[in-house]
């Protein structure tokens, strides 16, 4: 009886043992359960945080480049903004430079005009000095005499010009020296110079009786008397004065013998 009693509780401490083993064990899978669910998640976890540190790189990676990209566009634009200053500078330099040059042109083309303006303007004026006043012309008729020298007259009166060729009154030369308003033709043989003609061309030098280039026919011929044959020609003391005209007014005066 004993022995069934004893037989009896070692089974049930058994079954109890049993039991427990199977309670250890399902804990045990529990935990390992856990403990996989666990781990799964980290990994889960590991790899979206490995994954999201990854994209982070790219993008990082991706905004430097175009942070790249931007500074070396930048720099090219700045390169080529400075480039294009330079060229425009150097073009605005140039063209100044040719503007310049220009003006220098025209201003050196002026100043050569106004000099030759100014030193035409010296011997007009000149001219005009050495010309006889209407109130020293009459001195003209006293200075020179036909038949006389020349020598003294050009030494009071100069800015005339000389032209001389061979006479065809003999082997000496015909000379004449032009003046602004007159002429005055001599003769040479070589030795000897004298006055020949005096012709007055230009309105200033008047004859002992007033008549001048410009003076009409009329006053002509109330100074001198009326004309012979349509011809204005007079025997005066100094010679034979001629006042060729144009019909209506004298347009050369000659004194001649």
Not at 6 to 15: G, Q, T, W
Not at 32 to 54: F, M, P, R, W
């Amino acid at each position: 009886m004993l022995l069934l009693d004893v037989s009896h509780n070692l089974r049930k401490d058994v079954i109890t043992m049993k039991k427990s083993k199977l309670t250890v064990s399902a804990i045990a899978a529990l935990l390992c359960a856990g403990l996989l669910t666990a781990c799964g998640g980290e990994d889960s976890n590991g790899g979206a945080v490995t994954k999201s540190a990854a994209d982070t790189a790219e993008t990082t990676t991706a905004a430097a480049e175009t942070t790249t990209g931007e500074t070396t566009t930048a720099t090219s634009a700045d390169k080529t903004d400075k480039t294009t200053e330079k060229t425009t500078a150097e073009t605005t330099t140039a063209a100044k430079s040719e503007a310049a040059g220009a003006e220098t042109t025209t201003a050196a083309a002026q100043t050569e005009a106004q000099q030759q303006t100014e030193a035409q303007q010296q011997t007009e004026a000149q001219q005009q000095t050495d010309a006889p006043s209407s109130s020293t012309a009459p001195s003209i008729w006293d200075s020179l005499k036909l038949g006389g020298s020349v020598d003294s007259y050009l030494s009071m009166f100069g800015g005339y010009t000389k032209e001389e060729a061979d006479s065809c009154l003999g082997s000496g030369k015909d000379i004449v020296y032009t003046y602004p308003d007159r002429k005055i033709m001599t003769y040479s043989d070589g030795s000897s110079e004298k006055v020949t003609e005096i012709n007055i061309t230009a309105a200033g030098i008047a004859t002992r009786k007033g008549i001048s280039v410009g003076s009409t026919l009329e006053e002509v011929e109330a100074a001198y008397g009326a004309a012979a044959g349509g011809a204005y020609t007079y025997s005066t003391e100094d010679g034979t004065l001629d006042f060729m005209n144009d019909g209506s007014k004298v347009t050369t005066i000659a004194l001649y013998e």
